[in-house]
């Protein structure tokens, strides 16, 4: 299983910018999908999570801000993200729960990441 993550890149303050991640491979299922995303000097954290159901979840530091949404059909995971500011420059990446055969457990996988820079 491989998650591809895109759609970073250098935008000015106030602007906005949309990620993809798309998971390919041997899939019989996807569970939950998310991002997160790990600034410099500091560590990974969530910023926000969907469920196969839609059901959705925030980092307060992005709530109102950020969208996150999946298509199931395509196994893919979006964020759009708007008034971005200089603490949303990170390291972007997608994480999502895969079961890969009939019967297995669902498994984690991550994304490359995708950098996004905001400047000031």
């Known amino acids: 299983v491989q998650l591809q993550a895109s759609g970073g890149g250098l935008v000015q303050a106030g602007g906005s910018l949309r990620l993809s991640c798309a998971a390919s491979?041997?899939?019989?299922?996807?569970?939950?999908m998310g991002w997160y995303r790990q600034a410099p000097g500091k560590q990974r954290e969530l910023v926000a999570t969907?469920?196969?159901?839609?059901?959705?979840n925030y980092a307060d530091s992005v709530e109102g801000r950020f969208t996150i949404s999946r298509d199931n059909a395509r196994n893919t995971v979006y964020l759009q993200m708007n008034s971005l500011n200089a603490d949303d420059t990170a390291v972007y990446y997608c994480?999502?729960?895969?079961?890969?055969?009939?019967?297995?457990?669902?498994?984690?996988?991550w994304g490359q990441g995708t950098l996004v820079t905001v400047s000031s």
């Open positions: 994480n999502a729960e895969v079961r890969r055969y009939r019967y297995t457990p669902f498994r984690e996988y």
């Open positions: 491979g041997s899939i019989v299922s996807v569970n939950d």
């Open positions: 969907v469920t196969s159901y839609g059901s959705t």
